[in-house]
């Protein structure tokens, strides 16, 4: 199984050079051409003759350690992510090797001038159809860094032959878990929406809604250390599994959502691709979208803060496994 490497390209700024140039990049302005540079250990006094002000070995471990992963550990055959500017978005490509580096001119506009080439895939992909805890990858402040989660980001990107048969487990501990969820009523699961938003940090999380009233559900607010806050009116539904949440669905939620609040729509089911657009389209309030595989991540980081009450009525256990 091919490994995965996210490549940053300054908040997105150079991702459609990357794409459209068909490479990734890094910048390190300063640093001239690595084409002849063998090892890990040489790029070190090239380093700091380019940036003699960087004099903490920390620092200058992890810089180097960035320059090396993207010139020795990315081998060809392997796939890279570069997020776009709209931060939604994920670029893919596999890794080419003709060359396998090159210090390339900006005539391009890309100032970032050490590149590998890359074979874009055509489809970019929504950040919210991948997992929680394959998102939290993502959050690394690196601009080059190995991602986990590879099964599963090969399922979403349609690739699964590349997984290895034995990584294939015939148990699917999200389809046990949502079975679970849907034999909750209607209320009990909107309230336990609610008892996950508190256990996300939200503050006055309250249920709100009453069965089959197509509005808003549950309500909380988020204040981020003081630094900002957020207001978030939740639809929380239970959905067959394999059912798709329509666009309709998801638009009907914005005429709850005031102005300068945020919407979520969280789902035992998946969304239609056109939901996921209605939801981010611009001029009205985003809404956030949690689908099944996705609302099972977060009760699995946060199961030890819901009530047991909760826990002990859908019968599972820490690591959301049966009881």
């Known amino acids: 199984m091919p ?49 003699p002000k960087d004099t903490s070995n920390v620092v200058i471990g992890q810089q180097v350690g960035q320059l090396a992963r993207f010139l020795f550990e990315i081998a060809p055959g392997e796939y890279v992510i570069t997020p776009d500017a709209d931060t939604d978005w994920l670029h893919v490509g596999v890794v080419g090797d003709d060359p396998l580096y090159a210090y390339a001119d900006d005539s391009d506009g890309c100032p970032f001038r050490h590149r590998r080439p890359v074979g874009w895939l055509p489809k970019k992909f929504k950040r919210s159809d991948f997992s929680v805890p394959f998102q939290n990858t993502m959050r690394s402040s690196l601009t080059v860094f190995l991602v986990s989660h590879r099964l599963h980001f090969f399922e979403v990107i349609g690739k699964k032959d590349l997984v290895p048969e034995g990584k294939k487990d015939a148990y699917d501990p999200y389809k046990a878990v949502l079975n679970q969820l849907l034999e909750l009523t209607a209320e009990e699961f909107e309230i336990l929406i609610s008892h996950l938003l508190t256990a996300l940090g939200f503050e006055g999380s309250e249920h709100t809604g009453k069965p089959g009233d197509g509005g808003v ?28 949440v329509s666009a309709n669905t998801v638009k009907a939620l914005r005429q709850s959502i005031p102005q300068n609040g945020q919407g979520a729509f969280i789902t035992t089911a998946g969304f239609q691709n056109k939901a996921r657009e209605v939801a981010t389209e611009a001029g009205f309030p985003r809404i956030g979208l949690i689908n099944g595989s996705q609302l099972v991540d977060l009760l699995v980081e946060h199961w030890e803060a819901i009530p047991e009450d909760f826990q002990d009525k859908l019968g599972l256990k820490p690591g959301l496994v049966l009881s």
């Not at 909380?220 to 978030?232: H, Q, R, W």
Request: hydrophobic share 40%; aromatic share 14%.
């Open 217 to 244: 559900d549950a309500t909380g607010e988020l204040d981020v250390a003081n630094l900002a806050k957020v207001k978030v009116f939740v639809q929380a539904k239970r959905y067959k599994l394999g059912q798709k």
């Open 3 to 51: 490994n995965v490497y996210c490549v940053r390209a300054e908040f997105g700024t150079y991702t459609p050079h990357f794409v459209k140039g068909g490479y990734v990049a890094l910048g390190w302005v300063q640093i001239g051409d690595l084409s002849k540079i063998q090892t890990r250990e040489d790029l070190y006094p090239v380093y700091k003759k380019a940036y």
